[in-house]
């Protein structure tokens, strides 16, 4: 059991990321994610996982197609759901590059934990095995349907195809869910309970019946144009896009770091989380904020200290208001001059992984000192009174930035990465 | 039709069924009715998903008893077709 009896909270354990696996619709390698942004190029495009001929919507957000099986096929894997898929993906990139592990097996086991967050879990799987009981009734369920369907079977499995012998759970708080699996990987650091944690999240949900679901809520953009249909925070946003993907950061102690010679990608500053108790879907100015200033006091900064915020930014109507609100009420006139960008126009809202992969976006763009583009925000909206990057890429100040991420349930989630130091 | 092209038949099919539905990409190299259960890899779920597949596409319910019984694939494709398959 690590020491935390005389050094805490005084002066708690430093942690740093030393390890990032990234996939979504702009690639699978974070330098390919990076260019397409600083490119402007959206990865939005037209649903090829099944036809949506009956469907409201057509588009969204998917992985370049064979990626994610090559990547598989390289660890002898065959495709069991697209969730774990994804998740696995990211964490052999993640823990390969903390040189936590060879590139190849065999690997041995190691004292390092495994945080997931996911929004709908296995959804595949889910269908797939709705589908057969439906059709030829429960007899037909196949045997391996619950390892398949729990939702931990995501940090089950990159657990055991990595050897990872630290805890492994998995978080779920809809679009806050890999929020809330960093920050609590980063209070275990911190706190003394783990030495590494792998945390992130995945969200792979293109299947017939999810994606109904979705284009039933409403929230949906009906804007058929795939690179013109997310909009964040412009006046004439229609809805949000979905948009798969998963990312993993290895979490571990600077001194560890440190010791071992990893290569440091950027540091967890603080955390803080937050329920809005008020509606289950409308979001809450009051409870956003909350979750902000609790960031903002955990990482001991001041507003003004601020050099980058990553925004929520769904393209919701009532998503990018609120949020522009509650940013303003915790921030107040510092707000005037933190640059604001926003990525779900270019890879979609991943719902339970869109807090880890705009969290790596962040830590790139603090490593290179630029932000890239605000897409679609031809004419911004009175009502999100923030300094929205525009369309060009913009220089950003060395310092810390804020990571949004919030959720149906009103779940809040607020992250301060800073760069490496 | 005579016996042994069936256990073929059977023995392709099998392989067939594994390679879909196998969740780790199994070792084919040397695959036959010689082949056992250990050399391909197969772990106890994965043993699971294929009482599951043999029987949605055979039509033939084996137990898990069955699979640890027989010795090798070939062993395996004669007790399915002694089961109707």
Not at chain 1, 57 to 80: F, Q, T, Y
Not at chain 1, 197 to 204: E, I, T
Not at chain 1, 242 to 250: D, I, N, Q
Not at chain 1, 260 to 283: F, K, M, N, Q, V
Request: aromatic share 6%.
């Amino acid at each position: 059991m690590p020491d935390r009896s005389s050094s805490y909270p005084a002066s708690p354990r430093r942690v740093v990321v030393t390890g990032m696996g990234i996939a979504c619709a702009l690639g699978i390698e974070e330098t390919v994610v990076w260019q397409n942004l600083m490119a402007g190029k959206s990865g939005i495009g037209h649903l090829r996982a099944f036809d949506t001929a009956s469907y409201k919507i057509h588009i969204g957000a998917e992985v370049p197609e064979g990626l994610i099986k090559g990547k598989l096929k390289e660890l002898r894997r065959r495709p069991i759901d697209r969730a774990l898929d994804l998740a696995v993906v990211v964490a052999w990139d993640a823990l390969t590059q903390a040189r936590l592990i060879a590139r190849k097996p065999p690997w041995s086991e190691q004292d390092v934990a495994v945080l997931y967050g996911t929004g709908v879990g296995s959804a595949q799987s889910h269908f797939n095995a709705f589908s057969t009981f439906f059709e030829k009734g429960p007899r037909s369920l196949r045997p391996t349907t619950v390892p398949r369907c729990m939702y931990n079977a995501i940090s089950a499995g990159v657990s055991m195809q990595f050897k990872l012998t630290g805890s492994n759970y998995v978080v779920v708080s809809a679009c806050n869910s890999a929020a809330n699996a960093m920050g609590t990987a980063f209070r275990m650091i911190r706190d003394g309970y783990a030495e590494k944690v792998l945390c992130g999240g995945s969200d792979g949900f293109f299947d017939p019946f999810f994606f109904g679901v979705w284009n039933n809520i409403g929230v949906l953009s009906p804007i058929e144009d795939p690179a013109k249909a997310c909009r964040p925070f412009a006046e004439d946003r229609r809805g949000t896009v979905l948009g798969e993907g998963a990312g993993a950061l290895v979490m571990e102690t600077l001194q560890g770091a440190t010791a071992r010679g990893a290569d440091i990608r950027g540091e967890i500053l603080g955390y803080g989380e937050s329920s809005d108790a008020s509606h289950i879907t409308r979001p809450s100015v009051e409870g956003q904020a909350k979750a902000i200033r609790m960031a903002l006091d955990d990482a001991g900064l001041q507003p003004g200290e601020i050099a980058l915020i990553n925004a929520h930014g769904t393209a919701t109507h009532s998503n990018d208001a609120t949020e522009s609100k509650s940013v303003r009420t915790a921030l107040g006139s510092a707000a005037d001059r933190i640059p604001v960008m926003a990525n779900k126009s270019y890879f979609g809202h991943a719902l339970g992984a869109s807090g880890i992969l705009e969290t790596i976006t962040t830590l790139l763009a603090l490593e290179r000192g630029m932000a890239p583009p605000n897409l679609n925000l031809e004419n911004p909206d009175p009502a999100c009174n923030l300094n929205l990057i525009g369309n060009k890429p913009t220089s950003i100040d060395r310092g810390p930035a804020m990571k949004n991420s919030f959720g149906f349930g009103g779940a809040n989630g607020v992250l301060i990465v800073g760069p490496t130091t | 039709m005579s016996e042994k092209p069936k256990a073929d038949l059977i023995v392709e099919k099998l392989r067939e069924i594994m390679e879909t539905s196998a969740t780790e990409e199994l070792d084919w190299s040397n695959y036959g009715p010689q082949s056992t259960i250990e050399s391909l890899g197969l772990d106890s779920l994965t043993i699971l998903d294929l009482l599951y597949d043999v029987e949605q596409e055979l039509g033939v319910h084996l137990e898990a008893i069955d699979i640890v019984s027989v010795g090798n694939i070939g062993e395996m494709a004669s007790l399915l077709i002694d089961r109707g398959a």
